[in-house]
């Protein structure tokens, strides 16, 4: 762990860059966490910086942030990201540094790909009714013209259980149940 945070101080971007593909193979920690988000907002080469954004995007450092973040409450969290909208609209702060700060406070769940029209089965075309035979000529009916299935709203990421249990609402839900059972076990 020491040689790689060596080499993410390293003045060679050939070393930072192989220091940001060992990430890949490493446990996070916290230490590796803050080294990637230093890099992120303040490294020399640009796409070493995209390159750090990216390792701090991963599944494993995504589950630590996730961590992190649960110390803070979802008003805090959207006035932060509010904030950090509008101080690189100011020119404040430049935009590396604000999309590692906005990855530091935002985490973006990837939903479930839906399959694509190639691989969904299609629904068989209903068949028309056989023909009742009448002694006045009728019109054929008009075939049913199949309609075109209304575009999906795109699904909205689902928290993990940890995220939900700890929620701001699911907390206040619990006090105020453990409360009437209080009440309720006095009486």
Known sequence: MDDLIRKFNDPDPEIRKLALIAVSQSPATPELLFYLEKMAAQDKDESLRAAALEAINAPNMRALRA??????????????????????????????????????????FKPAPVPSKAERPTPAAPTPPAPVPSKVEEPAPAQPV?????????????????????????IKTFLYLGAFFVISAAI
């Open 146 to 170: 199949a309609a075109t299935p209304a575009p999906r709203p795109e699904p909205r990421p689902r928290q993990s259980l940890a995220q939900t249990l700890l929620s701001e609402t699911s």
């Open 67 to 108: 961590q992190r973040l649960m110390k803070i409450t979802g008003g805090e969290q959207r006035f932060i990201l509010q904030e950090l909208e509008t101080w690189q609209k100011q020119g404040l702060i430049g935009d590396d540094l604000a999309n590692s700060l906005r990855s530091r406070y935002q985490i973006t």
